[in-house]
C-alpha cells in the first residue's frame, strides 16, 4: 500500500512534505541556522528553569501562556501587552492557527512567491486555496503591483515575508500599508528573520494601530540560538489573539517550552549578542560571491541568495563533495547559504570556488 491507495484529500494528493536534506557534513549552512551554541549561562539558566518545572509536569500548563505572553511583549516594545501577543510551537504553528481561523475551505490565501515556501502548504493543509502574486525581476515587491494584485484576487489573507525567504529581500512599509488599504481579509507579515534587518530597514509591528487585520510574525530560532526549543510567536490586535483561542489546541505549548523561552528571554542581550557577528559574515559572504561576478540578491536576514550559477544542482552537489552543505530552494540558476561563523564562510567560500572550477 502506498499513500495513493489511502482516502487521502484531493488537494494532497502528488504533494511532498515540506523539509530541507538533513545530512551529516561539517559545514551545514542549508537551513538558516544560528551556528552560534546557547551560551553557557543561558544554558545553565534554561536547566534551572526546566528543574524547577519538572516535579510539577503532572499537571497540565499555563492553557494562556500569560507570563511567557507578557515577556514577548516586553521584548516587543511599541506597548504592546499581553493581550496583543500569542505564542505557540514554532511561528509554522501561529501561522497554522492564522489560516485555521481566517482561512479554510471557500477561502483563499495570497503570497507573493518565491517567498517562504510553507505558507501554501500550510494552506492547502487548512483547505485554503492558495494563489501566486507577482515579485519583480529582482525578487523584490512594491506597493503598487502588490495593491494590484490583492484587488484582482481579493484574498481572505494575505502573506508578506520581510525579510523573505530565500531572497533575504525586506518590504518597505508602503507595501504594506497599500496590502491593507486594497484587502478586506487577514496581513500577516512574517518577520522570522527580522533581527538580522540592516540599520533603516523598518518593521510592521510600528503599524499594528493601522488595522486590527494586521499580523506579524516571529520566531525565536533565528537570532536567539532557540530552533530545537520551537518557540513562535505573534503581535496582533486582541481580537486576532481571541480568534486564534477558537482554533488552539488546548494545552498547546508545554511547560518546559514555557519555562525555556522564558528563561532565555531573561538574557536577551546574551543570545542577541551573536546577531551582529552572524551580519558581519552575511555581508562578507555579499562581497565576497560579488568580486566572484555573481548575482547576489540584498539580504536583510541571515542568509544570502545568490546565481549565476548555471547549472545549480551541480554546484551544490559539488559543494556537498566538499562537506559544505547549502540550500537549493528550486530556483533556476540560484542557490541560498546560511551566514554562520567566520570558520564556516572560509569553508564556504573555499568549497564554492572548488565548485565553480568544476562548473567551468
Request: charged share 20%; proline share 6%; with cysteine.
Amino acid at each position: 500500500m502506498n499513500l495513493d491507495d489511502l482516502p487521502i484529500r484531493d488537494e494532497l494528493r502528488g504533494s511532498t512534505p515540506y523539509g530541507a536534506p538533513q545530512l551529516d557534513v561539517p559545514v551545514a549552512l542549508n537551513t538558516n541556522e544560528n551556528s552560534y551554541p546557547v551560551p553557557e549561562a543561558v544554558v545553565e539558566a534554561i536547566v534551572a528553569a526546566v528543574r524547577e518545572e519538572a516535579s510539577g509536569l503532572n499537571r497540565y500548563p499555563d492553557r494562556e501562556a500569560t507570563a511567557l505572553r507578557a515577556d514577548l511583549a516586553r521584548y516587543l516594545g511599541h506597548d504592546l501587552t499581553v493581550a496583543n501577543v500569542w505564542a505557540a510551537n514554532g511561528s509554522n504553528e501561529v501561522l497554522q492557527e492564522l489560516l485555521q481561523a481566517f482561512g479554510g475551505p471557500g477561502r483563499t490565501a495570497l503570497g507573493f512567491t518565491p517567498a517562504y515556501s510553507m505558507h501554501p502548504i500550510l494552506s492547502r493543509g487548512t483547505g485554503t486555496d492558495w494563489i501566486d502574486g507577482r515579485r519583480n525581476d529582482d525578487f523584490s515587491v512594491d506597493a503598487e503591483s502588490a495593491a494590484a494584485d490583492v484587488r484582482k484576487h481579493d484574498p481572505d489573507v494575505v502573506f508578506l515575508c520581510s525579510p523573505n525567504n530565500p531572497t533575504g529581500t525586506a518590504l518597505g512599509l508602503d507595501v504594506v500599508e497599500a496590502v491593507l488599504a486594497e484587502s478586506r481579509g487577514m496581513v500577516i507579515v512574517d518577520e522570522a528573520y527580522a533581527e538580522f534587518r540592516r540599520p533603516g530597514t523598518p518593521s510592521a509591528i510600528s503599524r499594528l494601530g493601522l488595522s486590527p487585520r494586521l499580523v506579524v510574525t516571529r520566531t525565536m530560532s533565528k537570532a536567539f540560538a532557540l530552533a530545537g526549543a520551537r518557540l513562535g510567536y505573534l503581535a496582533a490586535d486582541p481580537a486576532v489573539v481571541d480568534a486564534i483561542q477558537l482554533v488552539r489546541l488546548p494545552y498547546h505549548l508545554s511547560s518546559i517550552t514555557q519555562a525555556a523561552a522564558r528563561a532565555a528571554l531573561a538574557h536577551t542581550d546574551a543570545l542577541l549578542a551573536t546577531v551582529e557577528a552572524i551580519k558581519e559574515q552575511r555581508d562578507r559572504i555579499v562581497s565576497s560571491l560579488r568580486t566572484r561576478g555573481l548575482e547576489v540578491v540584498p539580504s536583510d536576514a541571515n542568509f544570502v541568495l545568490f546565481g549565476g550559477l548555471g547549472d545549480q544542482r551541480a554546484v551544490w552537489q559539488r559543494m556537498l563533495t566538499q562537506g559544505v552543505l547549502i540550500r537549493d530552494v528550486g530556483l533556476p540558476g540560484y542557490l541560498r547559504v546560511t551566514a554562520g561563523t567566520p570558520a564556516e564562510t572560509d569553508a564556504f567560500l573555499e568549497a564554492l570556488d572548488f565548485s565553480l572550477k568544476g562548473q567551468a
